[in-house]
């Protein structure tokens, strides 16, 4: 026993030795740093737990059940109708040889573009829509049955309008995937005798599911995270109590808790996925072999599978797209001035700072811990990438947290300037950043960084001559993936936005709450047309690559 | 003089499993070609990485040239290191030349003649201002073979170099490549699975088992006289035969395990014995099994004691189940 | 002469830009258009340039509290005396003295140790479908708790202040059991979940959804006002109730502002607080917002006249933001979202 803590002292003795004295560098010592900033908001959150909660009982005792449920039925709800819309659309266009076939391809990821709150506002009057189908119901059944009707139907309702905007994420990963899986598992399954929906249920579906469960969860990732398409049904989820008992019960520890709750469900949830991906090594079959021939469709099948796949673009796009069009078109005049003019700008270079710097420490921090080989600081990383997993409204806390104590150390304020939203943005947006950036790294630069660092060559040198241009493309779709999260970046800008500073986020949700719907159409279309920008050239960037 | 001398190299990932690396060492001397040698999972690769700076060892010192590289306290970092490293799949910098990769290390443009020589001698001019996916498998090792020679390294260290080549063109690079190290006299190491390879281009190999140097020497003396079993299944088949049942055999090694000393005999060690007059020790026993192959037969006998597997010419004539004697002969 | 016209213009504008040395910085929840014009008339008449970060009152006090003495907020502007009572209790608002703003504010409509000033007057009531209800089924607040009303009311969120505040001055008046099992009843008539805001309240009445809703006089003036037809439409099918008329009154609450204890610009903060109480101002805010002035009496909307005199609660506002929070706990027991 005795030599046995030995050994593992002594293990650990050395690890401490190499990863703090032998790889101990300017690289590292920076990356290690920033690494730990990045995590202090989090850890912010999660370091005043332990501050007494007032109304931690009340909370437990009367909502919290509430936002459980409430979130749960979302979740459950967006994920399930995302799957569907999204695994049918992507087994149609990948499998299936039907007119329109590529133009569906890349259409159906536009949704893509349109934040759950804006989708929720162009959707705003579905309800009201209701209400001749609810008087009937209380003219002709009976009063609670109709109280009931109403008050269950906003589930649904806003399930719906958040699985349209939403099914992408599946859409991508699914098609991907079946367009990678092997032509002989398929062939295979068809000289056994399967048809089309038997090698679907039973071969493909099944091959594809691990990726599938990835898409799936950046679905409740955005599910739980949104504030504002809640906040508009007022549907009592985890997000809007947060808001809640910080602002209108006015007790932050108690609003951390709840904080602390939602981590807590989506940390579950990222274990449930790992779990559920296990044996996520299903398709790593060889690019020489073809992808599967796709299934000719008759006349009636094609015409159905053309329905099929507008189905989602109708209600996640086209609708969306032309009520905003029609109502900015209404009330474009009243509202384009110098000072929309000016939101925009600010727009624009604040998405396009956070971008910038977002992407720069993403790339310093995946190099320093892949070509130093230092496991402290893979670890520091995977920490300050947790950032995407906690919602925005969460960080904005922990931001304001942290500045209050960096005001009462130093009597710096942070508050209400751009440096301390940037930086928000970034400890937000930084996984998302950092995962095309780290994979391609790892796919394409560590044996040669390895050669590298055996010619003698300096890190800076190895960085800029061959990381960077040959990750030029991940950083491209890096940057202008941040550059569109930061556009429609809600929560979190509206807890931090500085003095005199509004964004078009901040604008169309203002507005909206203002119940000026049509005019939030305005600023809602601007963002929706800067989102539709990256789309279309990473679907110019996958078509190439197919080529 | 010793270029490069290890002691001690031990090294373990996981501190459950048994160590990668264990007590290892060895040394180089100078314009000495080296070849590390085992199975998968033996240690020359972790060995190889860890002379290069791109692993530290648990313990134990490397020492390159009178610098200290690796000990307890210090540890040089691979861009210090006089070490040239090519890797099995070359890593060739796919966004440069072959001009810009060859230039691309450490003092690489000090000495521009050496760089044409070193050119010329692979055979690689004109390709100079093609890109590396414009080459072929053996033009990309020659790239990667004269961008680590380019810095002009204390030591070259190659991971598997001939194991992506096909049979054909292994032969001619073996003799090209040492050719190149003995005109260039640089000091070699590399690392191979193939004890042809290695004999063919290596000065002494040190054969790896589990993390240990099981035994270090010339091809010819590891051959004849292996430590143990392991070193001795490198060559091929062989048959240990217990010592006292052939006491005048030149070479034998005590198995650790039963401690018994034992003989290895090579399967074309073998004669059939007609005549029972022979000094030779001679076995009695029934032939199991017989394959025929190209250039021998293949046969499994059994005797009272020991089964053993015998290499025959492929003219004398053998059947199953019948009873022969056999000899061996230390000579063959 | 054009071009010279046009460039003095210029020079003026610029003159204009730098001669406003001083410089005000709101924090506003109001995001009314009258507000826009007078702070617009306010730097014309002053030179005070003002600057606003609009946001939720909430979020704005909260900041207030984390930004601390360096805040460069002068001014807080919110709806509710809830919010300024909890501004107040947080220690972000600073006691002032003023003869003007005393005068121009009545004392129940300001903070007794002058932290705060009411600027508009609202009042929360029950408006009902002219159609499908009789005035004479109307009396109180706490009658729509009565069974006859299952499934005829709407209402917003418990998030909204309104709401809290209403909910305050019932536990004012009857205490807090008597005020949940309100709650609980008013949220068991309802004829849908509490959403939207309170105009949405009004389309619901006006569609035949429900039979009356608890909302904001002033929405209603938007509505009517609006530049939609539909919105015109519904405010016509729907009539204002001031209810607890033979009690305590209708609930009213105002909007108002404070000099956060920060300012850096006490002197104009006070002025410019002075600006929005005095009578001219008051004016635009009935007329563009139908907001009535801090003293109802002065009102000259006609839109306001038009839905006639009204007696309100007199219960010190200070009070309902005393109440604010177990409103909210109130509201969570009763399962009113």
Redesign the interface.
């Known amino acids: 026993m005795a030599a046995y803590l030995i ?2 002292a002594q ?1 650990w003795l ?1 690890f401490i030795k ?1 990863e703090f ?3 101990l560098n300017a690289w590292t010592i920076s990356a290690l740093v920033i690494g730990l900033v990045l995590f202090l908001p989090m850890a912010e959150v999660v370091w005043h737990l332990t501050m007494p909660a007032e ?1 931690w009982e ?2 437990r005792d ?2 919290l059940g ?1 936002y459980i449920k409430g979130s749960l039925i979302l979740v459950v709800g967006t994920a399930a109708l995302s799957i569907f819309l999204g695994v049918s659309s992507a087994w149609l266009v990948a499998s299936c040889k039907f007119p329109g076939r590529k133009f569906f391809e890349w259409i159906l990821i536009l949704p893509l573009a349109i934040p759950t709150y804006i989708a929720a506002y162009s959707y705003f009057d579905l ?2 829509k209701l ?1 001749p189908f ?2 009937w119901i ?1 003219l002709n059944i009976s ?2 049955a ?2 009931l009707v ?2 269950a139907i ?1 589930y649904p309702v806003t399930i719906i309008v958040l699985a349209s905007v939403l099914y992408p994420y599946v859409y991508l990963v699914a098609r991907a995937a079946f367009i990678q899986q092997s032509n002989q598992c398929i062939e295979a399954a068809r000289t056994l005798g399967h048809g089309p929906h038997s090698t679907f249920w039973r071969t493909a579906l099944p091959l594809a599911r691990p990726a599938i469960i990835g898409g799936v969860s950046l679905v409740i990732m955005e599910t739980l995270n949104d504030y504002g398409a809640v906040k ?5 989820t985890f997000t ?1 109590g947060i ?2 008992t ?5 007790d ?1 520890p108690g609003a951390l808790r709840l904080a602390a709750c939602l981590m807590v469900l989506i940390l579950f949830l990222l274990i449930l996925e790992k779990w559920l991906r296990f044996g996520a090594k299903f398709h790593n079959n060889s690019k020489s072999d073809r992808p599967f021939k796709p299934y000719e469709l008759g006349q009636i099948k094609s015409f159905l599978a053309i329905l099929c796949c507008l189905f989602p673009i109708i209600i996640g796009f086209i609708l969306p797209i032309s009520r905003l069009a029609y109502w900015a078109s209404q009330t474009i005049e009243n509202v384009i001035d110098s000072n929309f003019l000016i939101l925009t700008a600010n727009s624009i270079a604040i998405a396009t700072a956070a971008s910038l710097i977002t992407v720069l420490l993403a790339i310093f921090l995946t190099f320093t811990s892949r070509y130093f ?1 230092s496991r402290t600081i893979n670890a520091t990383n995977r920490l300050a990438i947790l950032g995407y997993a906690v919602p925005g409204a969460v960080i904005a806390i922990g931001i ?1 947290l942290l ?2 104590q960096v ?1 009462q150390a130093i ?1 710096w ?1 942070m ?2 300037s751009l440096s301390m939203l940037v930086l928000a943005y970034v400890v937000r947006f930084l996984a998302v950043a950092w995962q095309p950036i780290d994979s391609g790294m790892e796919r ?1 630069c560590e ?2 960084n ?10 800076i040198r190895s960085l800029t ?2 990381n960077i ?2 990750l030029r493309n991940a950083l491209v779709a890096a940057g202008l993936f941040v550059f569109v999260d930061t556009m429609k970046e809600l929560p979190l800008t ?2 931090l ?6 964004t078009l986020s901040t604008k169309t949700f ?1 507005l909206a ?3 000026q719907i ?1 005019e939030s159409a305005v600023p809602a279309l601007c963002i929706i047309i800067v989102s539709l920008l990256p789309l279309i050239w990473l679907n110019f960037q996958i078509r190439n690559t197919e080529k | 003089m010793n270029v490069l001398t290890l002691k001690n190299i031990t090294k373990s990932y996981n501190s459950n499993e048994p160590p990668a690396l264990n007590d290892l060492s060895f040394n180089c001397q100078s314009s000495e070609v080296i070849a590390l040698i085992g199975g998968s999972g033996s240690g020359k690769t972790t060995l190889l990485r860890i002379i290069a700076g791109l692993e530290a060892p648990d313990y134990g010192e490397v020492i390159l040239n009178n610098d200290t590289l690796n000990s307890s306290t210090v540890f040089v970092t691979p861009e210090k290191r006089d070490c040239g490293l090519v890797f099995q799949d070359y890593a060739l910098f796919p966004n440069r030349t072959v001009r810009q990769n060859i230039i691309f290390g450490k003092g690489a443009m000090d000495d521009p003649s050496w760089i044409n020589e070193l050119i010329n001698m692979t055979g690689i001019a004109g390709l100079e201002k093609r890109f590396p996916h414009e080459l072929s498998g053996g033009q990309q090792q020659r790239v990667a073979l004269v961008r680590a020679l380019a810095t002009r390294p204390l030591l070259l260290l190659l991971d598997e170099p001939l194991s992506h080549l096909d049979p054909e063109l292994k032969e001619s690079v073996r003799t090209e490549l040492l050719k190149l190290f003995r005109e260039t006299k640089t000091t070699v190491v590399f690392v191979s699975h193939d004890i042809e390879d290695a004999t063919a281009m290596a000065d002494r190999m040190v054969v790896m088992h589990k993390g240990k140097a099981e035994q270090i020497g010339t091809s010819n003396e590891i051959y004849k006289n292996p430590m143990n079993k392991n070193v001795a299944r490198l060559f091929g088949k062989t048959n240990f035969i217990p010592i006292k049942l052939i006491p005048n055999a030149p070479y034998s090694f005590t198995e650790k395990e039963s401690n018994e000393k034992l003989v290895p005999v090579r399967p074309h060690q073998w004669r059939v014995i007609n005549d029972p007059t022979t000094d030779l020790p001679t076995f009695n026993g029934k032939v199991k099994s017989v394959i025929n192959q190209v250039s021998h037969k293949e046969v499994e006998f059994e005797t009272s004691q020991l089964n053993i597997t015998l290499h025959l010419p492929t003219n004398q004539s053998v059947q199953a189940d019948s009873k022969l004697t056999i000899a061996y002969n230390a000579e063959l | 002469m054009k071009y010279f016209l046009k460039l003095s213009l210029g020079l003026s504008f610029l003159l204009c830009v730098y001669t406003s040395a001083a410089e005000l910085n709101v924090y506003s929840h109001r995001h009314y258009d009258s507000d826009a014009i007078l702070f617009k008339e306010f730097t014309e008449k002053t030179n005070i340039k003002v600057n606003v970060v609009k946001g939720s009152a909430d979020q704005l006090i909260q900041r207030l509290v984390t930004e601390g003495k360096n805040s460069p907020a002068d001014v807080l502007l919110t709806v509710d005396a809830g919010r300024l009572h909890r501004a107040k209790s947080a220690g972000v608002l600073q006691p002032v003295k003023s003869k003007t703003l005393r005068s121009n504010v009545p004392k129940s409509m300001r903070d007794p140790e002058g932290h705060w000033y009411g600027m508009t007057v609202r009042s929360r009531v029950i408006v009902y479908s002219k159609d499908r209800v009789k005035t004479s089924e109307l009396s109180t607040y706490e009658s729509l708790a009565k069974p006859e009303w299952k499934g005829r009311v709407v209402a917003r969120s418990s998030s909204n202040i309104y709401n809290q505040s209403l909910l305050a001055s019932i536990i004012a008046a009857h205490g807090k059991d008597k005020a949940l099992a309100w709650a609980k009843a008013v949220r068991k008539n309802m004829a849908r979940a509490p959403r939207g805001s309170d105009r949405d309240q009004a389309r619901a009445v006006a569609a035949g959804l429900a039979d009356v809703a608890i909302m904001n006089t002033y929405y209603l003036g938007i509505l009517a006002n609006s530049s939609v037809a539909a919105d015109r439409e519904v405010a016509n099918k729907v009539g204002v109730f001031f209810p607890n008329q033979k009690d305590r009154g209708a609930h009213i609450n105002v909007s108002g502002g404070g000099v956060t204890a920060s300012a850096k610009n006490k002197k104009e903060a006070i002025q410019f607080l002075e600006f929005l109480t005095s009578a001219k101002s008051q004016e635009t805010f009935g007329n563009v917002n139908y907001e009535y002035p801090v003293k109802i009496k002065n009102n000259q909307s006609e839109l306001l006249k038009s839905w006639g005199k009204f007696k309100a609660d007199k219960v010190n506002l200070s009070i309902l933001g005393a109440n604010n929070a177990e409103a909210v706990k109130l509201f969570d027991l009763a399962g009113w979202e």
Do not use: C
């Open positions: 050994k593992i293990y050395r190499h004295y032998f790889k109304s009340h909370l009367t909502v509430q309800l009201d209400n609810l008087i209380r009063t609670e109709m109280a109403s008050d906003v508009h049904f007022n549907i009592p809007t808001f809640r910080w602002l209108s019960i006015g932050l080989g304001l500045a209050k005001n009597g304020i508050t209400g394409n044996q040669i390895n050669a590298s660092r055996s010619l003698g060559v300096t890190a001559k061959i241009p040959m509206l807890i936005r500085p003095f005199n500073f509004e203002d709450q203002q119940a049509p």
